[in-house]
């Protein structure tokens, strides 16, 4: 049998290995503590600051290697969407001779005015059409696909930085012993900042002991990107996949399998060509 999106499933099978690898490389940074928080306590308020433990050198090739991940998961991902698409302008070529597959790519659009007057699909069935505008990210709808096309853009028409150490505030915490946390203010949120206080907190003694805070400041490894401020790398990835998942499959549930040509040369439908 042919499976005319056996390239396309190949496609994906690469990014998710990607992700994978990225995942694995973060965990490691992680364990290998690059990073300390050094708290200072005054009476009942406290605050926590970033100590680098890792060479800036041993830190700059951790965040190049993740970027590499990124940009080659990106790329597999993007270009299995693509592929999916050709292959819609493949079936609709015997019908739309003027039509050039090899042109063909799914556009992805946040706004359905510019989708309709934009787009480079027209020349495609209705059928087709219909299906690729319902998988479109209007609305806030699958922000994983916008996440994708925009980042993919920005990595294929310039050289940037793209990821960085960043701290996530939501995902800092401080334990007290013999007291209760009062408050707490994250006072900087973004790239890691050594040296400087990242939050401050306020405890309330219980009377059982001499109270103490212990912070922990969250940090991850973060695309360098305005649609992914204060977003893990890792859960960025994995919002594209699943609108990317969702949008694959409306579009493969167009694509039929072709047989190959049996060694018989019996009858047997030939998959569509260009």
Not at 42 to 52: I, S
Not at 61 to 84: E, F, M, P, Q
Not at 85 to 98: Q, R, V
Not at 222 to 240: F, M, P, T, Y
């Amino acid at each position: 049998m042919f499976d005319p999106l056996a390239d396309h499933t190949k496609r994906l099978d690469w990014a998710d290995e990607d992700g994978s690898a990225l995942q694995t490389e973060i965990q490691a940074f992680v364990k290998s503590q690059p990073y300390a928080v050094f708290s200072e306590f005054h009476g009942n308020e406290g605050t926590a600051t970033l100590r680098r433990n890792i060479d800036p050198a041993a830190e700059a090739k951790v965040l190049d290697r993740c970027a590499r991940l990124i940009g080659s998961y990106l790329d597999n991902s993007r270009a299995a969407l693509n592929y999916a698409t050709y292959i819609l302008a493949l079936l609709d070529k015997p019908a739309h001779p003027e039509l050039k597959p090899e042109s063909v790519e799914l556009p992805i659009f946040n706004d359905r005015a510019l989708y309709r007057k934009h787009n480079r699909v027209k020349k495609l069935s209705d059928e087709h059409r219909a299906a690729i505008e319902a998988v479109q990210p209007y609305d806030g709808e699958r922000p994983g696909l916008w996440l994708l096309h925009e980042l993919a853009r920005s990595y294929r028409h310039r050289l940037i930085h793209p990821t960085t150490l960043e701290t996530i505030a939501a995902e800092h915490t401080v334990h007290v012993t013999n007291g209760t946390l009062e408050s707490m203010e994250v006072l900087y949120a973004g790239v890691a900042q050594y040296d400087k206080p990242v939050l401050c907190y306020t405890v309330q003694p219980t009377g059982e002991g001499e109270v103490h805070g212990h912070p922990n400041v969250a940090l991850s490894v973060c695309i360098d990107h305005a649609l992914c401020r204060g977003l893990e790398s890792v859960g960025v990835l994995n919002q594209i996949a699943r609108d990317a998942s969702k949008a694959t499959s409306a579009l493969a549930e167009l694509i039929p399998v072709y047989p190959r040509l049996g060694p018989d040369g019996g009858a047997h439908r030939a998959p569509p060509t260009s």
